[in-house]
């Protein structure tokens, strides 16, 4: 090959691409990528905002690093927030309140940051539904949800440390939880405590532990499971809404380059400005209101940031007394129930498409997303997880419900308790009535066409309402979506019928048995035949 | 019949159709009555596709936005300059914080929509359809996939030479264990955890003093209901950094109620009041918060953080809430000057459970 350009560049711009091409070879990039297409629907922006609130978390996270003082000895405090002044207080408490008091637009940043963060985690946790109820991890993003649920736990543990830095009063009371928490567990908590802490709690070390957990690790591992989770996006190529012209083998859209580029970029502003704004105008975590952490007082009605909610929730709903010794050993039950419902919930979340791959079978690539209506059992079972985790989160802040609606604390609980199973049961039957319901409808719509409010009397004296047929685009809509049966039971080559056959039959029953089929092209021509004659 | 590689063939949709390829559906039902897809509708045209006025319209707001944005930045520059900081006046933090926030705010916010807005009404409104492949890869890439691993392993010996292969994986597994070794530094190394969470300061004769003075307390300050916040005699003396190590073990709450009132187990759990004052660990034996809320007219302790009910006149006995075990009760007495003083330390460890705590 010649080592002359075929295409020759002039002017700056020209020569400046040749340059570069000539090194890394990066036409390649722009001719695989520059005109990529995109779907547009405004669900797909919740994974956006979830990755802005990222980028704003370190580009704010790092202004602070370079005020913030991730020590726990001790100082008296001498800035310019007059109550605290002369308290003894660590050195992380002295500079954050340093931060917020005495450098200009420090405040400013400590509430982006710390507004972000909430952001990032709430965005997570939609994107989630949305991928959940619309079917998206499907084959062959299996994996990608998995890497996006480690995101999420991740999101968790770094707003976590994060909350713990300020060594404020109710910081350290979150830590004073964990410490109990970690106690619990037989054989090694007393000493996993002991090292985290680096001796009794609360001890001297545990602030700056945190903080490299919070600004070294944690990001680099976030940074390293977004990129994996982007290239999969890439590799598979993103999922679409059902409609017509859309097919599993296309994808309908816009390119990256302009359209892309612009309203995907134009979105980090406007995330990043209403951060912003928040930011500008309600306070967050005013640790100055708190003072600095002390082993002795605690307010009433305080409350974790939300996302860990739902854990203070479950240590809050255990019935009381369960601890047992056996063999000379604490079980605290009271604490292990909470903590093993937990992890069994979120390892739930994690292993859910691989379940109901393994149920349906199918195995096909799904790049067409379901309405979630035309998924009823799953559509019902997300809703049941829903509620599940909004009771345990409602009952972290079961004091503040009792004292705001003037009701006792025991009867928020009790409520609560009884909530906590039976409402995932009536959220699911609810749930897969609505989606049923909605199935009917559409297939009424399909056949019949929609109410045209035209009253026509017939010759015969008869009234009937006029139907007017969709056009074929509506219609499509309407009958296109992916369709499921329940399996049969059949004992395999060999003869026999094994366990795990029976479980996924019954289970495929239990998803597919209420079934409302989509209108074949046959049926519908009968319908209009009927109609017309 | 739909194929089925995972399970068994013979498992198959109730309902199934046949759709005479390779493709295994599972319960995936195909029919072949299906509608066919009607194709892309056709495509709409914006407003500022037809309308000059609205495209002219639509730029300027665009770069007029774009100019709009610049204000926002040079605003927010002079608001950090002209909003300084009080040390004074705690407004000017509130207002320093408002104004460059409001600044920035519209900076970004003209920015991301200018450009949202030129993406939309401004750029060409091209759709475009890109096909999909399968994620898997073709035939002749995975077979030669396979064949290079083949040739590898050949080339290296991995699966013939099992000495080496076995050498290595026990060497790699063997390899972080000092790496754990290396963790054991995290914590002390001659203090046992567990002596450490049965102990406190409290012992015999030490003053109760109250929190966070350090001011020792007689029996005669407290009136009938009132309720003190306790440290141990010398605690605030402590250095620095050993002081909330302490005290989270050792601040205990003192009441005092009517002797009637109060329900003992036994004679010796009686003597450790004193006339109706009682002193319990305020730590919770749920998960250590402290235990701060007193209810006068019940006689509660409630914890704020789960809401674990104590009974002070039930021996501090949980009746609501997380927590398992009573408040650990500290027995008291006075001294020949008056003053509170602990009879002898705690009789079990305070605070939360863990797994050697009755060893």
Known sequence: MSTVATNQQSGFIGKASNYLDERTSISGAVKEFGRKIFPDHWSFLLGEVALYSFVIILLSGSFLTFFFQASMSPVEYAGSYVPLKGVEMSAAMSSTLDISFDLRGGLLMRQIHHWAALL?????????????????????RELNWSIGFVLFVLAMAEGFTGYSLPDDLLSGNGLRIIDGMVNAVPVVGTWITFLLFGGEFPGNDIVGRLYTLH????????????????????IHKHTQYPGPGKTEDNVVGFPILPVYAAKAGGFFFIVFGIVALMASLVTINPIWAYGPYDPSPVSAGTQPDWYIGFADGALRLIPPHLETVWLGYVWSWNILIPMIILVVFLLVVFIYPFVEAWVTGDKREHHLLDRPRNAPTRTAIGAAGVTFYAVLWAAASSD???????????????????????????????????????????????????????????????????????????????????????????????????????LRVRMSHWFFEERIAPVSSVEHQLELENTHH | MAKNESGPADIVPAAGHDTGTEIVLGTGVVSPDAFTDPGLPPHRLRVVDTDPKAAKKAERVVYALFYISIIGSVFAVFAYMFFALDPNDLNSVRLN???????????????????????????????????????????????????????????????????????????????PLPAIALFRGLAPMNVDPNNELKHTMWEKGL???????????????????????????????????????????????????????????????????????????????????????????????????????????????????????????????????GYLVAASGFHEPVGPSFWERLN
């Open chain 1, 120 to 140: 990032f985690v709430a965005a997570i946790g939609l994107h989630m539904l949305r991928v959940f109820f619309t079917g998206a991890f499907r084959k062959p």
């Open chain 1, 215 to 234: 600004i070294l690790l944690l990001p680099a591992i976030v940074l390293i499971f977004i990129v994996m989770h982007l290239m999969f996006v890439i």
């Open chain 1, 400 to 502: 503040i419900i009792a004292t705001h609606f003037k009701v006792t604390m025991e009867g928020v609980i009790n409520t609560l308790q009884i909530l906590l199973i039976l409402g995932p049961i009536i959220a699911f039957s609810i749930a897969k009535r609505t989606c049923l319901a909605l199935q009917k409808k559409d297939r009424t719509m399909a056949l019949h066409g929609f109410e045209t409010g035209r009253i026509v009397r017939m010759p015969g004296g008869e009234y009937i309402e006029v139907h007017q047929q969709l056009d074929v685009y509506d219609r499509w809509k309407l009958v296109s979506f992916n369709d499921n049966a329940p399996l049969m039971l059949r004992p395999n080559t060999k003869g026999k019928i094994t366990g795990g056959m029976r």
């Open chain 2, 97 to 175: 914080n408002l104004y460059i926030g409001l600044g920035i705010t519209l900076s970004l916010m003209a920015i991301g929509i200018a450009a949202v807005h030129w993406g939309k009404a401004v750029m060409a409104d091209k759709e475009g359809v890109d096909q999909r492949h399968p994620t898997r890869g073709t035939e002749e890439t995975r077979a030669r996939a396979l064949e290079i691993f083949k040739e590898a392993d050949q080339e290296s010996g991995f699966s013939r030479r099992s000495l080496i292969r076995n050498g290595l994986i026990a060497s790699l597994i063997a390899f």
């Open chain 2, 207 to 337: 003053r109760l003093t109250r929190d966070p003075s350090g001011l020792p307390i007689k029996a005669s300050d407290l009136t009938m209901g009132s309720s003190f916040h306790v440290i141990p005699e010398g605690l605030v003396d402590l250095p620095e950094h050993e002081k909330l190590d302490a005290k989270a073990k050792a601040a205990v709450l003192l009441v005092r109620l009517e002797p009637s009132a109060l329900n003992w187990t036994s004679a010796e759990r009686e003597s450790w009041s004193y006339q109706g004052i009682v002193a319990y660990s305020k730590i919770c034996t749920h998960v250590g918060c402290p235990v701060a809320l007193y209810e006068q007219q019940t006689h509660h302790l409630l914890c704020p953080c789960h809401q674990s009910q104590f009974d002070l006149e039930n021996e501090c006995k949980v009746i609501f809430g997380p927590a398992a075990r009573p408040l650990p009760q500290l027995p008291i007495t006075v001294d020949s000057e």
